[in-house]
């Protein structure tokens, strides 16, 4: 088949070397990255894929494409491109959807204390993260996890899902609803990055451990940068003096 990759960092670039081994023709659309992330652009370019930074919705494609794969791609994809493909998009969302739709959806399930998260891969709307879903997968987040390993760990899990996805659409699986009342999030950091002392102390823990995502900025608390528990007691004595 004929597929259009929307991609970016290592998991962009695991789901191409995924598609490469099935067989199949990949055009790739991608954005620039800084050095701490791993470049699908470079990636694709090393295994002889054509690839481009310029937009999906208005790049020229080398074939008419049959499917439209979206793993962490980071622009809303246009109708006539939903189009071109005869609607058979599909995006892998880390989360269990219609639960925590939009940005940040490890952080925010991570902040309101939740048991488990998960992904999901649903095929492409006109909306954000409303789509059909093909498939869905529960993952329990452990009182350890921080918000880099939690993601490593559900992005790692789904693209061993990637396989049997593509093979739900090649049998012309449509999908099923989102089951639920939708939560939805938008982009920028949880509660302005900001730790709040009126807050039960576990909601500071799992606060403080959210946001830690290196190169991102961590938890701040009176505008000190907060990396552990100690950290934020710490500042707080200090500001008691």
Request: charge should be neutral; aromatic fraction near 12%.
């Amino acid at each position: 088949m004929n597929i259009i990759l929307c991609g970016y960092n290592w998991a962009g670039c695991r789901a191409l070397d995924i598609l490469i081994e099935l067989g199949h023709s990949v055009f790739v659309c991608t954005h620039e990255s800084p050095a701490h992330i791993p470049s699908l652009f470079n990636y694709s370019k090393d295994r002889g894929i054509p690839v481009s930074f310029e937009s999906v919705n208005s790049v020229k494609l080398p074939f008419k494409p049959d499917i439209l794969c979206s793993i962490y791609y980071r622009s809303l994809i246009n109708k006539p491109i939903l189009d071109s493909v005869n609607n058979k998009a599909f995006n892998l969302h880390p989360s269990i959807l219609p639960f925590y739709r939009g940005c940040s959806s490890l952080t925010w399930a991570m902040i309101n204390g939740e048991k488990e998260t998960g992904y999901t891969y649903h095929y492409i709307d006109k909306d954000i993260d409303t789509g059909k879903v093909i498939l869905q997968r529960r993952i329990k987040i452990y009182p350890f996890d921080n918000q880099n390993n939690l993601y490593q760990r559900i992005m790692f899990e789904a693209l061993d899902s990637l396989k049997e996805v593509l093979r739900l659409i090649n049998e012309g699986f449509l999908g099923n609803d989102q089951l639920g009342e939708a939560t939805y999030y938008s982009r920028g950091a949880p509660e302005f990055g900001e730790i709040n002392d009126e807050w039960p102390i576990d909601k500071i823990k799992r606060f403080i451990n959210a946001m830690i995502n290196p190169p991102l900025p961590y938890a701040k608390y009176k505008g000190v940068e907060i990396k552990s528990f100690k950290d934020y007691l710490q500042v707080k004595n200090e500001n008691r003096n």
